[in-house]
């Protein structure tokens, strides 16, 4: 059974700072790995998109990796904001039909 | 731009009350999806469907039901609300590529339910 596991739970970091922030799974048989934000009383918004065969996607001032035979995602944030403040969530595409396996996420909060 | 919509937004239920949560999504996508997330255990997939008139349990489907009698919309039941059942809970709801690895979900703004 597939499992995400993102570390650390929780990030607090002073404006400017560049940060990372990190995501396992168990199964390396997955299709793409997503990170996706989600701010307090709303959904999901899907931030990057990493398809199995590609090492990173960059959005921005968003750098996603994958190493996928080691099982490991990073979200790289580079001169973070304050408005960067907002849980980070990363899933992967298991091999069931669609579904995603979601972390637990990382709620991070960017001071001025 | 409404995207994906879910009605109600809150709701508190008596254990034993039944109520159907509505998603509605104006994107003319194929799948459509129902999860719940709770603390400590991320978003877990309840129900989704592939298309009109199809549905197919995830990894939480005990104690719901579902109905995709349109394409647009997506309704989650709860026949006998439980203690358990209270949570968060998402829609989402994504295209069909040939592609499938270029499919990405959207989301709703979520329904908070609590059931007493």
């Known amino acids: 059974k597939q499992e995400v596991t993102q570390i650390p739970a929780a990030l607090s970091v002073p404006e400017g700072e560049n940060l990372v922030l990190n995501c396992s799974f168990t199964d390396s048989a997955i299709y793409n790995l997503q990170w996706f934000r989600q701010d307090p009383g709303k959904g999901l918004t899907s931030l990057l998109l990493?398809?199995?065969?590609?090492r990173e996607q960059t959005s921005g001032r968003l750098n996603a990796s994958l190493d996928k035979s080691s099982g490991r995602s990073t979200l790289y944030i580079a001169a973070s904001q304050p408005g960067d403040s907002a849980t980070y969530l990363c899933?992967?595409?298991?091999?069931?039909?669609?579904?995603?396996?979601f972390g637990t996420g990382t709620r991070l909060l960017v001071s001025p | 731009n409404a995207g994906v919509t879910q009605t109600p937004k809150f709701r508190v239920l008596k254990t034993g009350q039944s109520m159907t949560l509505l998603c509605a999504q104006d994107m003319n996508h194929e799948y459509m999806y129902w999860y719940r997330q709770d603390p400590g255990m991320g978003l877990r997939l309840i129900h989704y469907s592939v298309g009109e008139g199809t549905t197919a349990k995830g990894e939480v489907p005990d104690g719901y039901n579902v109905s995709r009698l349109k394409k647009q919309n997506f309704l989650l039941g709860l026949e006998s609300a439980a203690p358990s059942q209270t949570s968060v809970y998402f829609c989402?709801?994504?295209?069909?590529?040939?592609?499938?690895?270029?499919?990405?979900?959207?989301f709703g703004a979520g329904t908070r339910l609590s059931v007493l």
């Open positions: 990493i398809q199995s065969s590609q």
């Open positions: 899933a992967v595409r298991d091999t069931g039909f669609q579904k995603l396996v």
């Open positions: 989402a709801s994504s295209p069909r590529w040939r592609d499938s690895s270029k499919n990405i979900q959207y």
